[in-house]
């Protein structure tokens, strides 16, 4: 049981991580799981290709992008508001090598695309056990994933490259960093490289533990490459954040995508 002063305690560090997974929202077969993975990343076909592969226009990636319908749990928002719609040039990393690492957290991306899209997801509420104590009532209330996910095509084997910056991230930055994003500071302790979803020409999955007003909380992020693009996915949980337990990635997201990026 959560005591009442770990969620006083956490009140900005909720606050912090609703700005970082978007803000409000209406909106593991990523097998993105805590245990420990061998930091590689997952490659479905090592045969280099005769030509690069072609970059998809923004038109192109607004098909492939999710909707509601890909779904079975949540709520996608397609139109995502502007305070979910982080830019890149927001977020700075005190180490320039964690920098891709912020970039996934803040819900931007790596490089510099030909052409991104955003959706937004926001997890199934929980309901609270039946004569739950107030705490507990809330941290029900709180324990749902939200995902600011972002597509980007990349032109001349940017996204290959985008991919190598993320994993040498994964292993330079595992004993943590910082970055801001805004006015806002994010403290990051350790980063872990975690079992990579399958099915994507390169995927990687991290779980990082973060800092949030003395509490230890876990973000995800799994980034998956098909072709000339990536699918960004960072994770976070409210009722994570203040209790410092585990929580599920939604993997469905990773397989709905990958299934319209064929």
């Not at 209406?26 to 072609?54: E, L, N, V």
């Not at 397609?78 to 819900?107: F, H, I, N, R």
Request: net charge negative; proline share 4%; charged share 25%.
């Amino acid at each position: 049981m959560v005591r009442r002063t770990a969620l006083a305690a956490s009140a900005a560090a909720l606050a912090l991580l609703a700005t970082a997974c978007g803000g409000s929202s209406d909106s593991d077969s990523s097998g993105s799981s805590d245990k420990a993975g061998d930091g590689k990343t997952a490659q479905a076909d090592k045969t280099p290709s005769a030509a690069p592969a072609k970059a998809l226009t923004a038109d192109e990636l607004e098909k492939a992008a999710l909707t509601q319908a890909d779904v079975k749990s949540g709520k996608v928002t397609t139109k995502v508001p502007a305070a979910d719609d982080v830019a890149q040039d927001k977020v700075k990393a005190d180490d320039e090598a964690c920098a891709p690492l912020a970039y996934l957290q803040a819900g931007s991306y790596v490089g510099e695309p030909a052409a991104t899209v955003k959706r937004s997801w926001l997890g199934d509420a929980q309901k609270p056990e039946a004569g739950a104590k107030p705490e507990d009532a809330m941290l029900a209330a709180l324990n749902r994933a939200k995902v600011v996910a972002t597509l980007a095509s990349y032109e001349d084997g940017g996204a290959e490259q985008a991919m190598k910056e993320l994993n040498t991230a994964a292993t330079k930055c595992a004993d943590g960093f910082s970055y801001a994003m805004g006015s806002d500071k994010v403290k990051i302790v350790k980063v872990a490289t975690t079992d990579a979803p399958q099915g994507a020409d390169e995927a990687l999955a991290v779980t990082a533990t973060m800092d949030a007003e003395g509490v230890k909380a876990p973000v995800k992020g799994v980034v998956v490459r098909k072709g000339a693009t990536l699918a960004y996915f960072p994770a976070f949980n409210l009722a994570s954040a203040a209790s410092g337990k585990h929580f599920d990635f939604p993997a469905e997201l990773v397989d709905a995508q990958l299934a319209k990026l064929k």
